[in-house]
């Protein structure tokens, strides 16, 4: 079992900066995938990106990996966004899946993820 909870999303306008938590409660036993997930409104949700719990380093999504990153400390999941866009609007999810479900697509699709935050709303304005 693994309990996971958003926090930092907000409203700011285009240019500037946010970063997301999630703070992480694991009942031990396996490795697992860390990741945020996107989903703006009326789209399909999208892997921002994400990391193994015992990595030193995320796997970001290409087109955004220049302005967002990721890091994990002490059970808590970081997403890092600077320059934000309009089109980064959405609700952020945090996720995590056993290694056992996710293998090498760890930060690249969310299929494996078995445990979800309930969000936290992110919206840029123009």
């Known amino acids: 079992q693994v309990r996971l909870a958003e926090s930092g999303g907000g409203s700011v306008q285009a240019g500037g900066s946010l970063r997301l938590s999630c703070t992480i409660r694991f009942d031990r036993g396996d490795r697992y995938c860390l990741m945020w997930v996107r989903q703006a409104p009326g789209k399909d949700r999208e892997a921002v990106g994400g990391m193994y719990d015992d990595d030193a380093h995320a796997r970001v999504r290409g087109s955004l990996a220049d302005r967002f990153f990721i890091s994990y400390d002490q059970n808590a999941l970081y997403l890092q966004m600077d320059s934000l866009k309009p089109e980064d609007s959405g609700t952020y999810y945090c996720?995590?899946?056993?290694?056992?479900?996710?293998?090498?697509?760890?930060?690249?699709?969310?299929?494996?993820?078995?445990?979800w935050g309930k969000g936290t709303l992110v919206t840029i304005s123009s």
């Open positions: 996720a995590a899946g056993p290694m056992s479900r996710v293998g090498s697509t760890c930060g690249s699709a969310d299929d494996g993820m078995l445990y």
